[in-house]
T-cell receptor, first 114, second 112 residues
Framework: NAGVTQTPKFQVLKTGQSMTLQCAQD?????MSWYRQDPGMGLRLIHY???????DQGEVPNGYNVSRSTTEDFPLRLLSAAPSQTSVYFC?????????????FGPGTRLTVL | GIQVEQSPPDLILQEGANSTLRCNFS?????LQWFHQNPWGQLINLFY???GTKQNGRLSATTVATERYSLLYISSSQTTDSGVYFC??????????????FGTGTQLKVEL
């Protein structure tokens, strides 16, 4: 299994541009989520999905959209990039929505917005 | 929201030394996890430990849920243990998911 994969690894955007961060998992996990990591702040939940067709907001959802059309994919869209969205973005998945199973993280996407 | 505090924020060890990292949380939680973020940024789950004690090689963890803290023990530290250690507590969301709230981490550097 490849686990959780994310593309791209690095991205530079100009203010106002839009883009999609890709996330895929091949473990047939039900639950997927997006976090952002900022210096000195740990990771914060942006959006999550408990299954295909179901998404919900996390702690810091403003400026981001998600969709979950398949079990495998959970893309994160930045609608109009702002410098405040400069961060490292992690996608994560787990087998169930809240059981005693491990959460797996992707390698991250480092995004800079100029 | 729930607060998660980790101590110490920074730690430098000589190879072979032991250490204890602490995580305090401000409210009851469904679960608690410890993660290691290596110098390349990869997050690895170390322990899923809502209560009790678990051991995995040189690492062990203890959570006392009633007193709202968890400890991560690293014995005979190695340079490969360097990185940031995060504690994350888990609570259920109204939408059916679970939210991990992370502490700000302990930055560990193990030197030869």
């Amino acid at each position: 299994n490849a686990g959780v994969t994310q593309t791209p690894k690095f991205q530079v955007l100009k203010t106002g541009q839009s883009m999609t961060l890709q996330c895929a998992q091949d473990m047939n996990h039900e639950y997927m989520s997006w976090y952002r990591q900022d210096p000195g702040m740990g990771l914060r939940l942006i959006h999550y999905s408990v299954g295909a067709g179901i998404t919900d907001q996390g702690e810091v959802p403003n400026g981001y959209n998600v969709s979950r059309s398949t079990t495998e994919d959970f893309p994160l869209r930045l609608l109009s990039a702002a410098p405040s969205q400069t961060s490292v973005y992690f996608c994560a998945s787990r087998r169930t929505r809240g059981g005693t199973d491990t959460q797996y993280f992707g390698p991250g996407t480092r995004l800079t917005v100029l | 929201g729930i607060q998660v505090e980790q101590s110490p924020p920074d730690l430098i060890l000589q190879e072979g030394a032991n250490s204890t990292l602490r995580c305090n949380f401000s409210d009851s939680v469904n679960n608690l996890q410890w993660f290691h973020q290596n110098p390349w940024g990869q997050l690895i789950n170390l322990f899923y430990i809502p209560s009790g004690t678990k051991q995995n090689g040189r690492l062990s963890a203890t959570t006392v849920a009633t007193e709202r803290y968890s400890l991560l023990y690293i014995s005979s530290s190695q340079t490969t243990d360097s990185g940031v250690y995060f504690c994350a507590v888990e609570r259920k969301l109204t939408g059916g998911g679970n939210k991990l709230t992370f502490g700000t981490g302990t930055q560990l550097k193990v030197e030869l």
